[in-house]
């Protein structure tokens, strides 16, 4: 039985938008330009949004794929290129801080085998419950 699962589907309108709107801007930018402009300009700024295009639907299909589960024993996270799995008993200490001013997700950094694993949700408290729960210590940084 999972604790908690989560995904960030919510979060990921914004980037969708922001892809459609830079797809929108390098189709449209020539031809609104094509008279006033030298064609470099045009050609420069038709290529950087289409860049800013393709970086914000891999962000977008990044986010999609995004999971966190957490059950008793494991927490496992899958992303588009890999998967994750702690076992909770293995986390030395935690740390946690919320991701960007504006948003509602957190950042949970795990400390396991002297290395550090990244954790993000919107699950603080029930994360949080969950730590005290198994005894895991907060760090001090």
Request: positive net charge.
């Given at each position: 039985?999972?604790?908690?699962?989560?995904n960030l589907k919510k979060e990921s309108k914004r980037v969708l938008l922001t892809?459609?709107?830079?797809?929108?801007?390098?189709?449209?930018?020539?031809?609104?330009?094509?008279?006033?402009?030298?064609?470099?300009?045009?050609?420069?700024?038709?290529?950087?949004?289409?860049?800013?295009?393709?970086?914000?639907?891999?962000?977008?299909?990044?986010?999609?794929?995004?999971?966190?589960?957490?059950?008793?024993?494991?927490?496992?996270?899958?992303?588009?290129?890999?998967?994750?799995?702690?076992?909770?008993?293995?986390?030395?200490?935690?740390?946690?801080?919320?991701?960007?001013?504006?948003?509602?997700?957190?950042?949970?950094?795990?400390?396991?085998?002297?290395?550090?694993?990244?954790?993000?949700?919107?699950?603080?408290?029930?994360?949080?419950?969950?730590?005290?729960?198994n005894q895991i210590a907060k760090s001090s940084n």
């Amino acid at each position: 039985m999972n604790f908690i699962e989560d995904n960030l589907k919510k979060e990921s309108k914004r980037v969708l938008l922001t892809f459609i709107l830079c797809y929108i801007a390098a189709l449209i930018f020539p031809l609104l330009y094509y008279i006033d402009y030298d064609m470099d300009d045009i050609l420069f700024f038709s290529i950087l949004f289409f860049v800013m295009g393709c970086y914000s639907l891999f962000g977008f299909i990044y986010i999609l794929k995004y999971q966190v589960s957490i059950s008793q024993e494991t927490i496992t996270i899958k992303t588009l290129f890999k998967k994750i799995e702690i076992h909770v008993s293995d986390i030395e200490t935690y740390t946690y801080k919320r991701y960007n001013g504006s948003s509602i997700l957190y950042a949970f950094k795990f400390i396991v085998a002297k290395k550090k694993k990244t954790l993000i949700t919107r699950y603080k408290d029930e994360l949080l419950e969950f730590l005290n729960q198994n005894q895991i210590a907060k760090s001090s940084n």
